[in-house]
């Protein structure tokens, strides 16, 4: 039960690694899911990347009750995404959002990020540019969250992000909803 004056009212959490199982972050992520969804039940809201192939998402239950009204208007915002449970102990509330269409506004997303926080991505390689669109388009979805449910209603609310693949989000929400916290860990 949450007492304490500086206690969120929401977390958001996002990783590479949620519903997908790849390496060490989905344990950390795992294991912790059902002491923070025992504390916050569903106002703990893990956010991963929707990949669409058969072998991925394997432990993601889409459940079209869950924030039905949401999902339709963050669509309108341009974001679509799959709205479930994290089928691991806990089952906390998982948002799958599909990151592919950013790429079409992949440079002017970089150049965004150049002008207000000198993220250089000119010498990005490998998997930059798929980390970095999926930590954007989850940066929106903890934007829209917040502006449908939450503006103005005197809640306090952290974005957890997790390893350099969800960066650029926490500097999107710091910059467009600097209401919310953000917190980063590096594992």
Known sequence: MKTELNTPDFIFETSWEVCNKVGGIYTVLSSRAKTLKENYGDQLVFIGPDLKKADANVDFREEARLLPSWKK???????????????????????????????????????HAWELFQVDSIRAYGDYDEASMFAYAAGLVVEGFWKFFLQGKDKRVVYHVNEWMTCLGALYVRKHVPEIATVFTTH
């Open 73 to 111: 208007a963050a669509a309108k915002l341009g974001v679509s995404c799959r709205i479930g449970r994290w089928m691991v102990p806990g089952e906390p509330v998982a948002v799958l959002v599909d990151f592919q269409p950013f790429f079409e506004q992949k440079n002017e997303i970089y150049a």
